[in-house]
């Protein structure tokens, strides 16, 4: 089994580290990431510019290919130029911090196993629910468990597995959770400044609002103890409205 | 009426200007955008640098705030804190190239409308499909007669517009169709390079394949001259497996 390893905190990180560690000994493990942290940056792809990658050692030893891109440039190089041979699977993460609700849609560890995902490749996402105080611990073996699987079980077409995991010691973890994407988000505030040159600036800052996630989804998991596991796929179409949207959009104008 | 106008060319491509001088006058219209092309961006966020603002003008007038951001940031920005009131409009584009496809992942034109989506405003992403020798009228009319309509019959929650307009003259559009999003991509290629230095990089480039685009898709109603409207959600839980994962992903390791 192949497995290419790769997240949006860079190859720096002790989320990748961590996770290298737990599962390096399941199959041939191939670690390609950004070569620095690139949190929030959605699904982007450098197309402007030209991508560099170099080896990174961890003492004294080969870990990976640091990328200068994004996630998503990082699993597009590793599988089209760098891997000797396809990857079997894609694990990005462990992140620092949950992807769940709405940020979803802002995530680069998600957006490493879209990736992986559009490739064709069975793929996963995990998070570690916290900013602070990481317990690394319970998303390895989280990992450690789900890697073989995610090999034997396959995903359907199309989809991936988020997997958020809450920051507790491991045998505290109450089970694992199927999950919808809840609809939580960060609701912004932006902090007006000036420079020395008198040209305004913004910090965006903001903070979570729960709207109403109850039973069934990721961030009530997250909430009870349970490692959720979300198929989350990249059809955006929201099919149920089409015939409605037919009646109202294909009408002549008048 | 209220409309904010975006998108991720930057504020002075021709696109927007086209989008804002058809629909200027159908109420009262705020341009807040990227300084700067920002394509293929996905739905970034900047959380980690200050995100600059400074006026634009066209012509001796004031057009609108650059931003020095992404699509979303400039979305974000303008509702939070540019805006005197919230819009109640959100129209992003004109784009110089087409959305359709997997490639809506990685619009940033998308995502300002996705974002406009998640303030619960009704918003619309408008895309030319073509990279060359573009017929602004077109869309710029297609603009124009939608604007009003969306404002009409607003959007489901958290739903949005994605229009793409073939590269025609307007009177060869014929009409209107109301589509899914398709499978069709592009697929990369990486060219290797060394610098002078003897550092390794790589340029992405590729090509667009289809992948079995058949009747109902916006690729499909593209081809055929039909302008392609694609409702567009956030939610991006795979719902269908649901159930099959439960029983999958929930049972106790052996």
Redesign the interface.
């Known amino acids: 089994m192949r497995i290419l390893i790769s997240n949006d905190d860079g190859i720096h990180a002790p989320g990748i580290r961590a996770l290298h560690a737990a599962i390096q000994d399941l199959g041939e493990t191939h670690v390609v990431a950004p070569n620095v942290?690139q949190?929030?940056?959605?699904?982007?792809?450098?197309?402007?510019n030209?991508?560099?990658?170099?080896p990174v050692e961890v003492d004294g030893n080969f870990f990976g290919h640091a990328v200068?891109g994004t996630p998503?440039?990082s699993v597009?190089?590793a599988v089209?130029?760098l891997l000797p041979k396809r990857p079997d699977l894609v694990v990005s993460g462990i992140n620092l911090g949950p992807n769940a609700g709405?940020s979803?849609?802002?995530s680069g560890t998600v957006?490493a196993a879209?990736e992986g995902m559009?490739l064709g490749i069975p793929s996963m996402a995990i998070s570690l629910a916290t900013f602070t105080d990481p317990i690394w611990d319970t998303p390895a073996r989280v990992a450690r468990?789900l890697v073989p699987?995610l090999a034997q079980?396959g995903l359907?077409p199309?989809?991936l597995?988020n997997v958020n995991v809450p920051n507790l010691p491991f045998d505290q973890i109450k089970?694992?959770?199927?999950t919808?994407?809840g609809r939580s988000?960060f609701v912004?505030?932006?902090h007006?400044?000036t420079d020395p040159r008198n040209?305004?600036?913004?910090?965006?800052d903001g903070e979570m609002k729960q709207f109403g996630d109850g039973e069934g989804t990721d961030i009530k998991a997250l909430e009870d103890g349970y490692v959720s596991?979300?198929?989350?796929?990249?059809?955006?179409?929201?099919?149920a409205?089409?015939q409605?949207?037919?009646r109202?959009?294909?009408a002549?104008?008048s």
Chains 1, 2 share one sequence.
């Open positions: 942290e949190s929030a940056v959605g699904h982007a792809i450098t197309l402007s030209p991508i560099k990658c170099r200068g998503a440039d597009k190089l089209e130029a709405i979803v849609i802002y957006s879209t559009i468990d699987k079980n359907p199309d989809t597995l089970g694992y959770r199927v919808r994407m988000r912004e505030i932006f007006r400044r040209n305004v600036y913004y910090w965006m596991l979300t198929p989350i796929w990249f059809d955006l179409t929201h099919h409205v089409i409605d949207f037919k109202t959009w294909e002549p104008s």
